[in-house]
């Protein structure tokens, strides 16, 4: 059986409120009228992402001070495979993975000093400082402006929520973000 699994975006649709999602929704309409089997996980903002985030004792970000229900990358590589080896289980599904709790990044600051011993504050930045920050780090202009897009969204309380999808999928609980900053001490310590 031919089947693919597509990492789409939190929220693609056509009224998506960033272009990422807006893009993202024209190849999830391209795979479901493929005629392949398909599954499309739609996951929330990865836990990794905060991993470029922390300069020193500083925390910058996408949520204001939003709470966001972040997913860990190894819970959703976890669902692609379990999707994969029971395609007929999740044929025309459309999933969006989240972590077991929603949390702001000030939390996420406090998690990362806990764990690290170390002064961590969150820095919370408009979408111009955002955007203006990322172009100064090199980012191109295209993503800096997309990642602002989401700024604004994440900011509005769009990714505040959590699910069972991980947990429906692959039949284990996903990650907590303090398990992940304990996995990734070092990678945290040293930027």
């Not at 795979?31 to 392949?36: A, P, R, V």
């Not at 996408?62 to 997913?71: E, N, S």
């Amino acid at each position: 059986m031919r089947h693919i699994v597509r990492l789409s975006a939190i929220g693609a649709a056509h009224d998506a409120p960033t272009r990422n999602g807006r893009l993202h929704a024209l190849s999830d309409a391209e795979l479901q009228e493929s005629g392949i089997g398909w599954t499309i996980l739609r996951p929330s903002h990865f836990m990794q992402n905060l991993l470029a985030a922390k300069a020193g004792e500083h925390l910058f970000g996408l949520f204001g001070d939003a709470r966001v229900g972040l997913i860990d990358a190894r819970d959703i590589a976890a669902a692609g495979a379990a999707i994969l080896t029971a395609p007929e289980q999740h044929q025309g599904m459309i999933y969006t993975p989240t972590g077991p709790e929603s949390i702001t990044l000030d939390q996420a600051a406090q998690e990362m000093a806990r764990t690290l011993g170390q002064p961590v504050r969150y820095m919370p930045q408009n979408p111009e400082q955002t955007r203006d920050g990322l172009l100064q780090a090199g980012l191109d202009q295209w993503s800096a402006e997309v990642l602002a897009e989401y700024r604004v969204a994440y900011g509005s309380g769009w990714g505040d929520f959590t699910n069972d999808h991980v947990e429906r999928i692959v039949g284990r609980q996903p990650r907590t973000f303090a398990e992940f900053v304990s996995d990734h001490r070092e990678q945290f310590a040293s930027v």
